[in-house]
């Protein structure tokens, strides 16, 4: 743990954090006078939430060895493959006949994001037990 946050790129994480804080200082300046049913709309909310969210994940995801994740890569395929048929069988339309994203609890996932992340993962994984058969 000490090794990593020695290893820690602190200059990377200030400068996303500024670009973040510039984009969202931006979305807020050109939302400023907006009125949907006579209601004042906020766009930076949802934006500022999603960044503490955003670098909550990051700092732990930079703190967790990737070994350590790639040892499940079977079962996040298999997660990843349920993800992809809950879409299908489950997700919402776009009203173009085409089922992209999953409603979860209010929120909206499109799991073809997750893929790119999971594919790598298992990839990583799936390589290193070939290489050590």
Excluded at 34 to 54: H, L
Aim: glycine content about 8%; hydrophobic content about 55%; aromatic content about 16%.
């Amino acid at each position: 743990m000490k090794r990593q946050y020695r290893s820690f790129d602190f200059l990377l994480v200030l400068l996303v954090c500024a670009v973040a804080i510039f984009g969202i200082v931006i979305l807020g300046s050109a939302s400023k006078n907006i009125t949907i049913a006579d209601m004042p709309v906020d766009f930076g909310a949802k934006q500022r939430t999603w960044f503490v969210i955003g670098f909550v994940v990051m700092l732990a995801a930079a703190f967790v060895d990737y070994h350590f994740i790639c040892k499940f890569f079977i079962a996040i395929y298999g997660a990843n493959l349920l993800l992809l048929a809950a879409a299908i069988v489950v997700g919402g339309n776009d009203g173009t006949d085409t089922t992209r994203w999953i409603n979860i609890a209010g929120f909206t996932l499109q799991p073809s994001e997750f893929t790119k992340l999971f594919m790598v993962i298992f990839w990583r994984g799936s390589w290193k037990n070939i290489r050590s058969v």
